[in-house]
């Protein structure tokens, strides 16, 4: 009767299994190569000052605060004030701080 190499099989088998694994993680390793299904669009490029802004003081002066805060880009294509005639104002609202 021929004496097995146990040995040599049970660190072969570990070897395969090794090998598998690694395989299994580079194919499902969760790399972000830009094509998840859960990524968000960007949001919309705001091209005229909408007319939300124009309903009233305090709302023309939060649109200007936000777009002023948040807009940084350079290339970007600028805001248009076509549809304002005149920024709306209010007698009865206190003045917006300046700082």
């Known amino acids: ?3 097995r190499n146990t040995t040599s099989s049970s660190m072969k088998a570990t070897g395969t299994a090794v ?3 690694g395989l ?10 830009g094509s998840d299904m859960m ?3 960007p949001p919309a490029t705001i091209t005229i ?8 003081s305090s709302a023309y002066e939060a649109f200007t ?4 805060t948040t807009s940084t880009s350079e290339t970007a ?6 549809n304002v005639g005149t920024p ?3 007698e009865t609202d206190e003045p917006a701080a300046v700082s």
């Open 1 to 3: 009767m021929k004496k």
């Open 19 to 21: 090998a598998a694994a």
């Open 24 to 33: 299994l993680t580079a194919c499902f390793g969760g790399g972000n190569d």
């Open 39 to 41: 990524t968000t669009p």
């Open 49 to 56: 000052v909408p007319d939300s802004a124009l309903a009233s």
């Open 65 to 68: 605060d936000t777009t002023a």
């Open 77 to 82: 294509e600028p805001l248009t004030a076509d």
């Open 88 to 90: 709306p104002s209010s």
